[in-house]
């Protein structure tokens, strides 16, 4: 059994999401269920609680919005792969290429070692990238930092351009994607999760707990072979574990190490957001596609957040899933090649 102390700390940090969760809603905030949990996560990690999410409660989470995106799917996607496929190649080539930049500026300003600043500054795959990072000599707690600024930040400025960029605000994301159309729907659902989770981690699939019930159903439900349903109580405690997980991620000791190199990790992030932002802008030129969509299509990570925004705020979640998910291999691709291009392009003392 948990400690008294510890389920008291439990108890108070789903009080305090819910709160900070219905203040956001109140206001029209899309993905306020993911957005408050973290918030309010944020505030007990940083003030000592020590709370920690079970993996396997973040991979069931995850697995539940790779259901939530495949319910969103149609046979559209794929004509947008097609019809698009150059452009999307870009965007994603673009953004590895920015972050790629600014883990390069980060090195010769010495403000990380070369290694650190490229898996720390790599656009997807938070989990992933800190898991990697230490296998190629990086310091997987300051990736780990870099990364999860990154996550929150994307998320608190994504929500705030789709709370502004949306024609009509809507206060949740579950509502109209989490219909009950009955028990056997939910069960496939459930079924669906599982059997995709499960086959994606047996074959080490980066980001798998979620990446395999998208896949398997967005192949299903498109099809129509399989009518994707959750309940909703379900997917908003997905949305607040995967909140609570990356608020969590930030705890006194990270803050500490990474207090001299806080001002560039937050300057460096902060203008990937803006530069991938511009490049969304760019991208509305180019296709018949809205801003809103645009932006979250380009902004840098992580999948899971981008996608329950996507959701709720009724972007064209076809054309941001496929650049996320593309993006997330690619960055898995050429993480250990630009790693090492950055640790080789800066003098041996610059990453000392």
Do not use: N
Request: with cysteine.
């Amino acid at each position: 059994m948990l400690p008294l102390r510890i389920l008291g700390l439990w108890a108070a940090l789903a009080a305090a999401s819910a709160a900070v969760s219905y203040g956001l809603m109140q206001a029209q905030f899309p993905a306020a269920l993911l957005l408050g949990p973290m918030i309010a996560a944020i505030a007990f990690g940083v003030g000592g609680s020590r709370l920690r999410v079970p993996r396997a409660a973040f991979q069931a989470s995850q697995a539940a919005i790779g259901c939530l995106v495949a319910h969103a799917v149609t046979g559209q996607i794929a004509q947008t792969l097609v019809e698009d496929g150059p452009l999307i190649v870009a965007v994603v080539l673009v953004t590895v290429a920015v972050s790629g930049l600014v883990g390069w500026i980060l090195t010769r300003l010495r403000v990380l070692p070369g290694t650190t600043a490229a898996w720390g500054s790599s656009p997807g795959g938070a989990s992933a990238m800190v898991a990697m990072a230490e296998d190629f000599g990086a310091d997987p707690r300051l990736v780990a930092f870099m990364q999860y600024v990154r996550v929150a930040a994307v998320v608190f400025s994504a929500s705030l351009a789709a709370r502004f960029l949306m024609e009509t605000p809507v206060p949740g994301a579950s509502a109209d994607v989490a219909e009950v159309t009955g028990p056997l729907s939910v069960f496939a659902t459930l079924a669906v999760a599982i059997v995709g989770a499960g086959a994606a981690l047996a074959l080490r699939v980066p980001a798998g707990a979620q990446i395999g019930p998208m896949v398997l159903g967005s192949l299903l439900h498109a099809t129509g072979l399989v009518r994707m349903a959750l309940p909703v109580p379900l997917l908003e405690l997905a949305y607040a574990c995967i909140g609570i997980y990356v608020g969590l991620r930030f705890t006194r000791e990270t803050l500490r190490l990474t207090f001299t190199a806080l001002p560039g990790i937050l300057a460096a992030t902060f203008s990937v957001i803006a530069l991938c932002a511009a490049w969304g802008w760019g991208l509305t030129l180019l296709l018949p596609i809205d801003l809103l969509t645009a932006v979250l299509a380009t902004s840098p990570g992580g999948l899971d957040s981008v996608a329950i925004i996507a959701v709720g705020s009724k972007a064209d979640v076809s054309f941001v899933l496929a650049v996320q998910t593309l993006r997330l291999f690619v960055v898995l691709l050429t993480g250990p090649l630009l790693a090492k291009w950055i640790s080789r392009s800066v003098p041996e003392t610059a990453i000392r």
